[in-house]
């Protein structure tokens, strides 16, 4: 994934409405469903990701979604939730979650914003980055374990495996 671009300006109203310029200077489709709502559909490496953002007032919280174009069929379910348990151990921030109504997985973030943290460009453009990078790293994972036949342990160890230099 490349660097965003930041906005050439900052203004202080809706938290979303400093999201929605952000996403607008990647020239990525959204819509802005309700106030305390966007939603994006961004293009990966391996899938196009759909984005959720929501704001909570009571909270000045942003959580930022992030689902993979992926079904889970119901035998591959206790699977899936072991290979999240494993990814989950080895994320700093934010972790993998699956739906009990059998929707795709996704990473979910919460942003805490406040006096101390505010939300700025700088820190969405980073949250959305991270989000991104996440899912890019693991989603092959998934697609070992939903689609490959191989087990959880194959999977972590095909995307936990760095590698160095170019082919």
């Known amino acids: 994934m490349t660097a965003l ?3 050439a300006a900052e203004s202080a109203g809706h938290p979303l ?5 952000i996403i607008a200077d990647q020239h990525w489709p959204f ?4 106030d305390d709502e966007l939603a994006v559909g961004v293009a990966g490496s391996y899938c196009e990701y759909q984005m959720w ?3 909570n007032d009571e909270k000045s919280a942003l959580q930022v979604c992030c689902a993979f174009d992926m079904k889970v069929q119901e035998a591959k379910r206790s699977q899936v939730y072991s290979l999240i348990g494993h990814i989950n151990e080895q994320l700093w921030i934010g972790h993998f979650e699956l739906g009990a109504d059998s929707g795709p997985p996704l990473y979910r973030y919460t942003f805490l914003a406040g006096d101390d943290a505010p939300l700025s ?10 989000a991104l990078r996440i899912c ?4 092959p994972a998934f697609q070992f374990v939903v689609w490959g036949g191989k087990s959880v342990t194959e999977a972590i160890a ?3 495996l760095e590698t160095a230099g170019e082919a």
Not at 31 to 34: A, I, K, L, P, V
Not at 121 to 130: K, Q
């Open 5 to 7: 671009s930041l906005p």
């Open 17 to 21: 409405d400093l999201v929605e310029r």
């Open 31 to 34: 819509d802005r469903h309700e």
């Open 53 to 55: 953002f929501s704001w």
């Open 121 to 130: 460009a700088t820190a969405i453009t980073g949250v959305i980055e991270e």
């Open 136 to 139: 890019e790293r693991f989603y």
């Open 158 to 160: 095909a995307v936990m």
